[in-house]
């Protein structure tokens, strides 16, 4: 189980950062259009009717709009602006708001995208050198195990036997006990 955890955390972590960069970056779901109704002909009568000319000069329509009249009853007419794209207004002087808004929505769109891609790589990042420290210590920790158990084989593999003269074998001990740094207890009982 220990040899799996790293991969886990990996696949987690990489999956929760593809969510979050995902959701991000996309625009928002538009519903589908609908299915359009059949096609049927009718008689269309259009009460729009091009201008003349004083009523072109007096609706003064702007940047590109062009003049049209609405004449509903005979000897009525009003005078209106058909605005090309990007303007608005009675004589198409103003600046469609939206544009700016939807650009402005855009970056702030590309903006949220970037910092939850930077903050991903970061926490990935993260992830990857705890799980490097983590392995390092558990290396080390086997090595200093071995080590051990490597010095504790020698250490009773060199220690007399029961067969063993006394002298002989307690001066054995003391040696290994010197190189091992065990203090000499006849040294010690002064």
Known sequence: MHQLLPQYIIWTVCSTLF?????CGRTPATPRPTTAAPVTTTSFVSNRK???QNE???QGCLN???CFVME???GHRTTHCYCKENYIGKTCFYIDPTLIFQREREDHVKAAAIAASVVGIVLFVTVIVCILVLRKRYIR???QEK???KSEKEFRSQSPGPNTATNGGHQETEQLLI???VPNQSETRV
């Open 147 to 149: 080590e051990k158990e």
């Open 179 to 181: 190189r091992n740094g």
């Open 141 to 143: 920790r086997k090595a």
């Open 50 to 52: 091009p201008c003349t």
């Open 19 to 23: 969510t979050i960069t995902y959701g």
């Open 64 to 66: 590109g709009g062009t």
């Open 72 to 74: 509903f009853e005979e």
């Open 56 to 58: 072109t000069v007096s």
